[in-house]
C-alpha cells in the first residue's frame, strides 16, 4: 500500500466541503443583470411611471404638480407640463401614443397632445383626488378614471363627459387595467380589499366579477392572455384565473413590506429563454425589485435600491427599465443591444461594379496526398483529425512532494506554516487514510505543537472544518497533556481553545431557542 501511495503524482484536496451557493448564473440572471442602471436625480415623489406603446417609446414621470416627458435614448428630460393645480397622480398613453391623459389630486383629468404638450380636454366630475387614469388599449375615443370618491368612470374623451358610473367600491378606488383582448372589459382595484372585473357594455354599474385580495390594492394588472390578473397588496402578489370564476393562482410574498406597483416585461431575444415569455416585475416600500416568473412560480431575478420603492415601468422594445421612489430619484436602466449592421452598396451609385473579393480557404489535405503524411507539429489539426496530447506536467506543492517521500511529519508542519486552512484540513485527511496523523502529533516538538494548537484555535469551531478537527482536537490533548502542563505557552494556546468552544456552544444554544420560538409561529403561519 505505501509503494502504491508513493507512486501518486497528483496534489492532496480536502474531503470536505460546505454546500455553498453555486456560482453558475441562469442566462435570465444574466440578461437583467445586463441593465446598467442610471439615476435622474432632483425629482420629487414619483408615483407614476408610463411608457408610449409606439417607439421610440418615451416614458413620461409624474412628481410634484409637474409631468415629465423622457427620452429613452438618452434618458434625459424632453418637455414638462405644469398646468396642474395639485400633484400628479397617474398618467396614461392612448395606444397611437397620440394623447397623453393625466390625473391629479384635485380630481381632475386633463388629456393632452403628446407632441404639443397642449391641453386638449379637462375631465371634472370626481369630488376626491383621482388616483387612476387609463386610455384602454383597444380603444381611441373612451378613458378610464377611479377616485377617493370610490368612484369608477368611464369617459367619452371627445365629448368631455362621462358615459356611466360604476358603483361597487366602498374605498378608496386607487388602480386598474384594462383587457388586452377586448375593448370592453377592465379591472379596478380599492383599498377595500376588492378587485372588480367591469365590463362597459352592462351600464348599470354592477361588476361582473371580483376577488378579495385580503389586503389594500395598490396595483393590477391583466396578463397578456387576457384571462388573468395580477394583483399586488400588504407584501404579496397573487395571480388570478378570471376564466375559472376568480380562482386564486398563486400568490407570491417575497416581499418584507408593502408591493406599491407591478408591470408586465417581456423577455428580450438574446436571454436565452423564449422572447414570446413574460415576467411580472413587483416593486415595494422595503427597496427591492422582483422578477417573477408566473409560468414556473418562481422568483428569478432580485434587486435592492436604497430608497422605497413606488413605481416601475418597461418598454415594450425590451430596453428600458425605470424605477421610481419617495425621495424623488429615478433609476432608469438601459440594456445595451449588440446590433450587426449591414452596409449595403447599391449598383447604381457606383460607376462600375467591383466584384467582393472572395476568400481563399487552404485546401484540406487527404490522406491520398504525400503532403498529408509530411506534416509537421506546427500544422493545425483538421476537424476530423484525432488528437494525441501530452499529459500536462502537474506541479506538485512542497507539503505533497513530502507525501510522496513518507515525510509525513514534515509535511504537516509544511503545510500548517503555509497557513493555508483547505490544504491543511487536506493533508490531514491524507494521513488519517494513511493511519499516520496521530503518530505525527506525539513526535511532534513544543514548538510544533504550539504551531499545532494555534491552528486548531482558529479554525476548529468553524462549520467548515469542525466535523475534523474537533474529535482530531481532543485526540491532541489527551495524547500531550503532561508537555502541555509543563509548558505556559502551551496553556495559554489551550485556555484560548477552551474559550473559542465554549462560545461557540452558547451560541448554538441561543440558536436553538430562537428556532424553538420561531418554529410554532411558523406551524401557526403555515395553518
Same mark, same amino acid.
Given at each position: 500500500m505505501e509503494e502504491a501511495r508513493a507512486q501518486k503524482s497528483f496534489p492532496v484536496k480536502a474531503k470536505v466541503k460546505t454546500k455553498?451557493?453555486?456560482?453558475?448564473?441562469?442566462?435570465?440572471?444574466?440578461?437583467?443583470?445586463?441593465?446598467?442602471t442610471h439615476q435622474i436625480p432632483n425629482l420629487i415623489s414619483v408615483p407614476s411611471l408610463t411608457f408610449s406603446?409606439?417607439?421610440? &417609446?418615451? *416614458?413620461?414621470?409624474? &412628481?410634484?404638480?409637474?409631468?415629465?416627458?423622457?427620452? !429613452?435614448?438618452?434618458?434625459?428630460?424632453?418637455?414638462?407640463?405644469?398646468?396642474?393645480? +395639485?400633484?400628479?397622480?397617474?398618467a396614461s398613453f392612448r395606444s397611437d401614443s397620440l394623447l397623453l391623459a393625466a390625473s391629479d389630486l384635485s380630481g381632475l383629468v386633463q388629456v393632452f397632445d403628446a407632441k404639443s404638450r397642449a391641453p386638449l380636454r379637462r375631465l371634472r366630475s370626481h369630488t376626491r383626488p383621482c388616483r387612476f387614469v387609463h386610455f384602454p388599449r383597444l380603444d381611441k375615443l373612451h378613458l378610464i378614471s377611479a377616485a377617493d370618491d370610490a368612484l369608477v368612470k368611464l369617459w367619452d374623451v371627445a365629448e368631455e363627459t362621462?358615459?356611466?358610473?360604476?358603483? /361597487?367600491?366602498? +374605498?378608496?378606488?386607487?388602480? /386598474?387595467d384594462s383587457s388586452p383582448v377586448n375593448s370592453d372589459l377592465f379591472v379596478t382595484g380599492s383599498y377595500d380589499h376588492v378587485v372588480k #372585473?367591469?365590463?362597459?357594455?352592462?351600464?348599470?354599474?354592477?361588476?361582473?366579477? &371580483?376577488?378579495?385580495? /385580503?389586503? !389594500?390594492v395598490q396595483d393590477v394588472v391583466f396578463l397578456p392572455s387576457g384571462g388573468m390578473v395580477a394583483t399586488a397588496g400588504g407584501n404579496s402578489v397573487k395571480l388570478w384565473d378570471l376564466i375559472g370564476g376568480g380562482k386564486l393562482v398563486y400568490s407570491m410574498e417575497s416581499h418584507n413590506k408593502t408591493v406599491t406597483s407591478i408591470c408586465l416585461g417581456r423577455i428580450g431575444r438574446d436571454s436565452g429563454e423564449d422572447s414570446n415569455?413574460?415576467?411580472?416585475?413587483?416593486? =415595494?416600500?422595503?427597496?427591492?425589485?422582483?422578477? *417573477?416568473?408566473? =409560468?414556473?412560480?418562481?422568483?428569478? &431575478?432580485?434587486?435592492?435600491f !436604497?430608497?422605497? #420603492?413606488?413605481?416601475v415601468g418597461y418598454s415594450q422594445d425590451c430596453s428600458t427599465r425605470v424605477i421610481g421612489t419617495s425621495n424623488g430619484v429615478i433609476y432608469a436602466s438601459k440594456r445595451k443591444v449588440k446590433q450587426v449592421e449591414k452596409e449595403k452598396v447599391s449598383e447604381s451609385s457606383l460607376f462600375?461594379?467591383?466584384? !467582393?473579393?472572395?476568400r481563399t480557404e487552404k485546401k484540406v489535405l487527404r490522406p491520398s496526398h504525400f503532403r498529408y503524411f509530411h506534416r509537421g507539429q506546427g500544422e493545425k489539426p483538421s476537424e476530423g483529425d484525432y488528437l494525441v496530447m501530452r499529459p500536462k506536467k502537474v506541479k506538485l506543492a512542497e507539503h505533497d512532494k513530502l507525501l510522496n517521500k513518507f515525510r509525513h511529519a514534515d509535511a504537516l508542519i509544511s503545510v500548517l506554516e503555509s497557513k493555508n486552512p483547505g490544504n491543511v484540513l487536506a493533508v490531514m485527511e491524507e494521513l488519517v487514510a494513511r493511519r499516520k496523523l496521530l503518530k505525527c502529533v506525539s513526535n511532534l516538538d513544543a514548538e510544533k505543537l504550539e504551531l499545532l494548537l494555534v491552528f486548531l484555535h482558529k479554525y476548529c469551531t468553524s462549520p467548515r472544518y469542525s466535523?475534523?478537527?474537533? /474529535?482530531?482536537?481532543?485526540?491532541?490533548?489527551?495524547?500531550?497533556? +503532561?508537555?502541555?502542563?509543563?509548558?505556559?505557552?502551551?496553556?495559554?494556546?489551550?485556555?484560548?481553545?477552551?474559550?473559542?468552544?465554549?462560545?461557540?456552544?452558547?451560541?448554538?444554544?441561543?440558536?436553538?431557542?430562537?428556532q424553538g420560538i420561531i418554529s410554532p409561529l411558523l406551524k401557526i403561519a403555515g395553518r
Open positions: 455553498g451557493r453555486s456560482q453558475k448564473r441562469s442566462p435570465e440572471w444574466k440578461y437583467w443583470s445586463s441593465f446598467k406603446p409606439t417607439p421610440p &417609446h418615451t *416614458f413620461a414621470a409624474a &412628481h410634484s404638480a409637474s409631468l415629465t416627458l423622457f427620452s !429613452p435614448q438618452t434618458l434625459a428630460p424632453t418637455a414638462t407640463i405644469s398646468s396642474f393645480s +395639485d400633484a400628479v397622480s397617474c362621462p358615459i356611466v358610473d360604476f358603483l /361597487g367600491h366602498k +374605498d378608496y378606488v386607487r388602480c /386598474g #372585473l367591469w365590463d362597459a357594455r352592462v351600464r348599470d354599474s354592477k361588476s361582473s366579477l &371580483h376577488v378579495n385580495h /385580503g389586503a !389594500p415569455q413574460f415576467r411580472i416585475m413587483s416593486v =415595494g416600500l422595503d427597496g427591492y425589485l422582483k422578477v *417573477f416568473d408566473y =409560468g414556473a412560480l418562481k422568483v428569478t &431575478h432580485s434587486i435592492r !436604497p430608497a422605497p #420603492l413606488l413605481s462600375w461594379r467591383i466584384a !467582393p473579393l472572395e466535523s475534523l478537527l474537533m /474529535g482530531f482536537t481532543k485526540k491532541v490533548l489527551e495524547m500531550r497533556a +503532561d508537555e502541555i502542563r509543563d509548558s505556559e505557552a502551551l496553556k495559554r494556546h489551550v485556555r484560548n481553545l477552551k474559550r473559542s468552544v465554549e462560545e461557540e456552544i452558547r451560541v448554538q444554544m441561543s440558536l436553538q431557542e430562537i
